[in-house]
């Protein structure tokens, strides 16, 4: 359980991967896939970020709770994370 900057509180899954693994990949487009038959709308990508790890973060807007899926690479960690968030008002 986390605050957001709104105030909005969120609930957080992660799911960690060796560095770059395809299961990795897999997995993010398992619950993003999951993510948008469950909630029944399409997810809006982020804007391109400049970092040199790789990043991919799509949300979902409902009426009633935002939800993000995101894969992100941590080099220094020699990890990519899979991410879920669920946040509401």
Same mark, same amino acid.
């Given at each position: ?9 969120a609930q957080n899954c ?5 560095? &770059? ?5 897999? /997995?993010?487009? !398992? =619950? ?6 469950? @909630? ?17 973060? &799509?949300?979902f807007h409902t009426d009633? /709770?935002?939800? !993000? =899926? ?6 220094? @960690? ?12």
């Amino acid at each position: 359980m986390s605050l957001d900057l709104s105030g909005a509180r969120a609930q957080n899954c992660r799911w960690p991967f060796t560095y &770059r693994a395809p299961e990795a990949t897999e /997995a993010f487009d !398992a =619950v993003l896939n999951a993510t948008a038959a469950c @909630l029944g709308v399409q997810p809006v990508a982020d804007q391109d970020v400049n970092h040199p790890d790789s990043y991919d973060l &799509r949300t979902f807007h409902t009426d009633t /709770a935002q939800v !993000a =899926v995101s894969i992100k690479d941590k080099g220094a @960690l020699q990890q990519t994370y899979v991410f879920l968030r669920i946040s509401t008002p």
